[in-house]
C-alpha cells in the first residue's frame, strides 16, 4: 500500500528533498521540531524496522550514510544530531513508511521523555 512517503519519492506530491539516490530519499520534515529536521526514507516501501529483511540491508545502511552526508551538508556534523527511528505504537510511528529522523541544530535533551503520569 502507497504511503505519502512514496508519494514524495516518486515526486507526486510536494516535499524540500535534499537528498536521493538509488536506495533512498531525504526531505524536510512538514512540522519540524528543530532548526534542522530531516526525514531519510528508503525508496523501498518497508513499513516498520519489524519488515526489515536481509534483501534490505544496502537500504539500511545507506540510511546511515545519507544521514552522514546530510548532516555535513546541513553544517551540524561538529555540533552533534540526534537519529531517532520510531517503530509501531508504543514508538510513536505515525507514517508507515520506515524513516529516520535527523534532527539538530540545537541541545536536543533527554533522549526519551518521561511518561507524564
Ligand atoms: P513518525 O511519528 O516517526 O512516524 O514521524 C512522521 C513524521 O512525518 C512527522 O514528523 C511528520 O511531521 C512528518 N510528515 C508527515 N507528512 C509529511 C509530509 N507530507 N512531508 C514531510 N514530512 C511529513
Redesign the pocket.
Known amino acids: 500500500m502507497s504511503t505519502?512517503?512514496s508519494k514524495?519519492i516518486s515526486g507526486e506530491?510536494p516535499?524540500t528533498i535534499v537528498y536521493q539516490d538509488d536506495l533512498v530519499t531525504a526531505?524536510?520534515?512538514?512540522?519540524?521540531?528543530a532548526p534542522v529536521?530531516i526525514?531519510i526514507v528508503p525508496n523501498a516501501e518497508i513499513p516498520t524496522v519489524n519488515d526489515l529483511t536481509e534483501g534490505d540491508e544496502r537500504a539500511a545502511g545507506r540510511m546511515f550514510l545519507a544521514a552522514r552526508k546530510i548532516a555535513e551538508q546541513e553544517g551540524i556534523a561538529e555540533s552533534g544530531y540526534r537519529l531517532?527511528?520510531?517503530c509501531n505504537r508504543d514508538?510513536?510511528?505515525?507514517?508507515?513508511h520506515l524513516?529516520m529522523?535527523l534532527v539538530g541544530g540545537r541541545r536536543m535533551g533527554p533522549i526519551v521523555a518521561r511518561p507524564s503520569d
Open positions: 505519502i512517503f514524495i506530491l516535499a526531505f524536510r520534515d512538514i512540522h519540524p521540531v529536521h526525514l531517532i527511528v520510531n514508538g510513536g510511528q505515525e507514517v508507515y524513516h529522523h
